[in-house]
Nanobody, 114 residues
Framework: QVQPVESGGGLVQAGGSLRLSCTAPENEFRSNHIGWYRQAPDKAREMIATISTGGITTYFLDSVKGRFTISRDNTMAYLQMSSLKCEDTAVYYC?????????WGQGTQVTVSS
């Protein structure tokens, strides 16, 4: 099973921005919907944004609407995060495919300081 690879996490001050990237081999990447999830300490993993194979359909969790955007091409997906809040601190995961056969990346840490 192909595993996507995330990058772009780090430490940022509240109000700042970060862009996360996710990639996988093109033959797998282009045929799958992509999801971004996050898991904060002692909390369940939650879906925060998704994008369809063609990049036409997107979904955002209410708490990130207006602050996060998602985009993709055939080999990369991006999560642009702006106006970051302390409560956005979490490990962020990319998922290749949104059904039961989807595969997870290793995750990238995002820490937002006050």
């Amino acid at each position: 099973q192909v595993q996507p690879v995330e990058s772009g996490g780090g430490l940022v001050q509240a109000g700042g921005s970060l862009r996360l990237s996710c990639t996988a081999p093109e033959n797998e990447f282009r045929s799958n919907h992509i999801g971004w999830y996050r898991q904060a300490p002692d909390k369940a993993r939650e879906m925060i944004a998704t994008i369809s194979t063609g990049g036409i359909t997107t979904y955002f969790l209410d708490s990130v609407k207006g602050r996060f955007t998602i985009s993709r091409d055939n080999t990369m997906a991006y999560l642009q995060m702006s106006s970051l809040k302390c409560e956005d601190t979490a490990v962020y995961y990319c998922r290749l495919g949104l059904n039961q056969f989807g595969s997870w990346g290793q995750g990238t840490q995002v820490t937002v300081s006050s």
